[in-house]
């Protein structure tokens, strides 16, 4: 097999399934979210081969209404979907607080499904912070 092309041997795991190594779960969970924390933390136009990789500047979204919120949700959720083939079925939603005088964050809890096991679920919370910096917790 080390003498296919590297997209040869790709082309021939796909065919036959039982060429590839089982797949650990948690690995893949692992994975997914230390790449989520990379492209939720970058900026949109950091990225010379991307303009749109990352997410907006959210500062300037920390101090505005309720209806700013779903229009958030809509963007991480894009970029979620965009940028993280693994995953499928991403839902995201806003987690108001409970004193909103201290509102010095956002948060938002994100659900998804593994594309490679579809009865797993990924779910992690993730607070917009006064910086501009996104935190992900699982």
Do not use: W
Not at 18 to 23: A, K, P
Not at 88 to 105: C, N, T
């Amino acid at each position: 097999m080390r003498e296919d092309r590297l997209l040869e041997r790709i082309r021939n795991c796909e065919k036959d399934l039982s060429r590839r190594g089982v797949e650990d779960p948690q690995r893949i969970s692992d994975s997914v979210l230390e790449h989520l924390r990379r492209i939720l933390n970058t900026r949109q136009g950091c990225v010379p081969i991307a303009d749109d990789y990352g997410v907006p500047e959210f500062t300037e979204y920390l101090h505005l209404g309720a209806q700013v919120y779903r229009e958030l949700e809509k963007i991480l959720r894009a970029t979620i979907q965009k940028y993280e083939p693994r995953l499928k079925g991403v839902r995201v939603s806003f987690i108001p607080e409970e004193d909103d005088r201290l509102a010095l964050q956002l948060q938002f809890h994100v659900v998804a499904k593994l594309v490679s096991d579809p009865r797993l679920q990924v779910q992690f919370e993730t607070s917009i912070e006064g910086n501009g910096q996104i935190r992900l917790k699982d």
